[in-house]
């Protein structure tokens, strides 16, 4: 005790250091790694354990399906998937040949985030829906985990517990930003494995009984938020064309030179669909104006300068940036902790963005195959008192007269325009990126029903979102719970 005291003042420590975090080790232990956490997070010995190459295959080899160059193959990168539910939320196209060279999956795979920050948010995935597809390509940001002779919700089970989490995070190297675990380290990590399969079922039983009721709540919290769009257009006055048949027949049409003269020469903004979509809208029981005739600020955003820890705080100000990642298709806006990007924006810049409860961001540029550009969020109270927040050049902001419109109606309306793809037939593309024709957007039609019936709107579909919310909560518990309960059942 005394060598340790005297070892320590031997170095002039500025601030105290607490004694949990310090600890002695022989030259003659030190292994492959001068990290700290190597050593410090060593698991204690287990009765029965086995390492993971022993029960587990890490991104097996398997042979490819062979594309042409510009066929769309399924793929699921870190965006597409969720670290809170362990599930894949969505699976996206792509050209082959951006991803031929990348691993495949198949459903139930595991996938493991090896680099951070998803390696330290336990960014492990199930894939036991690939949302219809029978494979997909995936990020060389994950590790493929493949059960040998053992189920993988088993191996969930443990890589989700403190046990095998504790020895990952001391086997990550590299230096802050891309800090990893290499393929090598991650083979060894020991995993508690009784011999007997039905000692190891309860711990599968748990994961897979999760995953019963996760389905079950996101049906529910679908149902509930699908049934939004109908109700808001029903209020509104406002039907829809019949969708027709997608064939050669109903997809040729003619227009008139006339019409298209200095515009845009797009088909679809010209097909009868489109047109039938768009006048629409027009048809509301109540009085409509332009959007851009409510607005009162529209101003883009600032991506600003790379995020460091000294900087001039009378030159730059540190905000919490709004991507389109941030953007939430269902509810509003998902700031992830893991993925919230931080950045330098000069402080007459930051001035100008004007950020305000209220604000609506509108999502200008990005979009999918499967999903068009003009996504729409509401800035609330909590989140701007929380941050100093700002947001991208790949985002527009507007402010609208509350006089003439609440910007909760407003939001409301302006995602169902997008979920009946209105914004599908104004956006324009550039270099593989969706661009919103703003100038378009902006003259859509607004219904401007009386104060008190877009209020009564407005707080009818808050109290739905609010409940699908809350079972994405219930969902989110689960999986502490049931992590909580295997964790005693692996070390008991």
């Keep these: 005790m005394n060598s340790e005291k005297k070892s320590c003042s031997s170095y002039n420590l500025k601030n105290p250091v607490l004694t949990s975090r310090m600890f ?22 287990l ?28 793929y699921v990168g870190m965006p597409q998937t969720d670290e809170h539910s362990k599930s894949v939320m969505e699976v996206i196209l792509r050209p082959y040949k951006e991803v031929k060279g990348r691993n495949i999956i198949y459903p139930n795979d595991l996938l493991y985030a090896r680099i951070e920050p998803s390696v330290f948010n336990k960014k492990i995935i199930l894939t036991d829906d690939l949302k219809g597809y ?12 493949k059960g040998k002779n053992v189920d993988n919700h088993y191996l969930l089970a443990n890589l989700l517990s403190s046990y095998v989490y504790n020895q990952i995070e001391g086997k990550v190297t590299g230096s802050t930003g891309r800090r990893r675990v290499d393929k090598s380290s991650f083979e060894e990590t020991i995993i508690p494995f009784p ?21 079950t709540n996101e049906a529910e919290a679908e149902k509930l938020l699908s049934s939004i769009d109908d109700y808001l257009l029903k209020e509104l006055g406002i039907s829809l064309p019949i969708p027709v048949e997608n064939t050669l027949k109903n997809r040729i049409f003619t227009t008139s030179i006339k019409e298209i003269s200095g515009g845009r020469f797009d088909p679809k903004l010209y097909s009868l669909l489109c047109k039938e979509l768009i006048q629409s809208i027009y048809k509301t029981k109540f009085k409509h104006q332009s959007l851009k005739s409510t607005i009162v600020l529209s101003n883009a955003g600032d991506w600003g300068f790379d995020d460091k820890e000294k900087f001039n705080d009378e030159e730059f100000v540190r905000c919490l940036v709004i991507r389109a990642t941030e953007f939430d298709n269902k509810i509003n806006l998902k700031i992830d902790g893991s993925r919230a990007k931080f950045r330098l924006v000069d402080k007459l810049k930051y001035k100008l963005l004007d950020v305000q409860p209220n604000d609506l961001l509108i999502e200008k540029s990005g979009g999918s195959e499967k999903q068009p550009v003009g996504r729409v969020a509401i800035l609330t ?32 309306y302006l995602k169902t325009l997008h979920n009946i793809k ?17 100038g378009e957007y902006f003259n859509l039609p607004i219904p401007v029903p009386p104060l008190a019936k877009q209020k009564e709107i407005a707080e009818y579909i808050t109290n739905i979102r609010n409940k699908a919310q809350a079972l994405k909560d219930k969902t989110k518990n689960l999986l502490k719970k049931a992590s909580e309960e295997i964790e005693e059942i692996l070390l008991n």
């Design 195 to 215: 011999l007997e399969n039905n000692k190891r079922e309860p711990v599968s039983n748990l994961i897979k009984n999760y995953f019963l009721h996760k389905q």
């Design 422 to 438: 209105i914004t599908d037939v104004m956006q324009s593309q550039t270099n593989g990126i969706k661009n919103l024709i703003l």
């Design 24 to 45: 002695i080790l022989q030259k003659s232990k030190l292994e492959n790694s001068l990290s700290p956490l190597h050593y410090k997070n060593k698991p204690k010995k």
């Design 47 to 74: 009765a029965f354990s086995k390492k993971l190459k022993e029960i587990a295959e890490i991104n097996p080899l398997r042979q490819k399906p062979k594309f042409e160059d510009d066929d769309l193959v399924p």
């Design 381 to 412: 109270s909590d989140l701007i008192s929380e941050n100093s927040l700002g947001f991208s050049n790949f985002v527009q902001k507007i402010r609208v007269d509350e006089t003439i419109v609440l910007a909760d109606y407003v939001f409301n």
């Design 134 to 145: 029978e494979f997909a390509f995936t990020s060389t940001e994950f590790y493929i985990v």
